[in-house]
């Protein structure tokens, strides 16, 4: 493990730890976070040689399963609930809804080499931009014409998209700090499919309460192992 990882790590571990020991709201705790990993990536990108692919309407990766942790999902539930209206929430989860049908009839396997199209992807753009979680943020590519083929032959596991190395290492060490944080902390830290436990968090109004007490946040939705 390299320097710049372990210091990455242990700094946002350190930062969100002590944040989250006296905070009332996990959810501000993790906006700081993303904060600090947004300037941290665009100070590395801007550092790197090579630079991403990634551009906005570029979709592919929308597609692809996506995971989660109780506090982001909880997280994206409060950002819907302030700028979303009470008919684009009921579109998205009719869309949630169909996915989960979906995804609970797939194996693992199989669930990593089918697409699915994000609940929240709009006009191929995301929808919760600011709170995406960190799986998404961490996400990036230095080959789009990779990324479709990818997208069009998803049972292909062999296509690399490519990334920035360092920024990969930077990305990773800051979201491994956060979650060690919550962890300590005695918060859920399991890590659940997006698409059930958005759904759940939406019908089960006890999920927030479970999370500050500590206990599994969600009782219906899949749980990655």
């Known amino acids: 493990m390299s320097d710049i990882f372990q210091a990455t790590a242990q700094q946002e571990y350190q930062r969100s730890a002590a944040q989250l020991k006296s ?3 996990a959810n501000a705790v993790l906006k700081k976070s993303y904060e600090r990993y947004d300037n941290l990536i665009a100070k590395a990108f801007d550092e790197s040689t090579t630079k991403p ?5 570029c979709a592919f990766c929308c597609y692809y399963k996506v995971e989660a942790r109780a506090h982001e999902i909880l997280l994206i ?6 700028h ?15 996915n989960a049908t979906v995804i609970r009839a797939l194996t693992p396997e199989q669930h990593l080499t089918t697409n699915l199209q994000c609940a929240l992807l709009e006009n191929n753009q995301c929808s919760i931009y600011p709170v995406r979680p ?8 230095t080959d789009a014409q990779a990324c479709e083929n990818s997208f069009n032959d998803p049972a292909n596991m062999e296509i690399a998209t490519g990334m920035v190395e ?16 919550t962890e300590q902390t005695g918060r859920d830290n399991r890590i659940y499919d997006f698409n059930t436990a958005l759904l759940e968090v939406f019908a089960d109004e006890q999920t927030l309460k479970r999370y500050q007490r500590g206990k599994k946040t969600f009782q219906q939705a899949l749980e990655i192992i």
């Open 23 to 25: 905070a009332k709201d």
């Open 53 to 57: 692919a990634c551009k906005a309407g």
């Open 77 to 82: 539930k409060d950002y819907m609930g302030k």
């Open 84 to 98: 979303f209206s009470a008919e684009k929430i009921a579109s998205v989860l009719n869309t949630v809804t169909a």
């Open 134 to 141: 960190f799986r998404c943020r961490n996400f990036h590519s």
């Open 166 to 181: 360092d920024v990969a290492i930077l990305a990773d060490a800051h979201t491994q700090g956060f979650e060690a944080a």
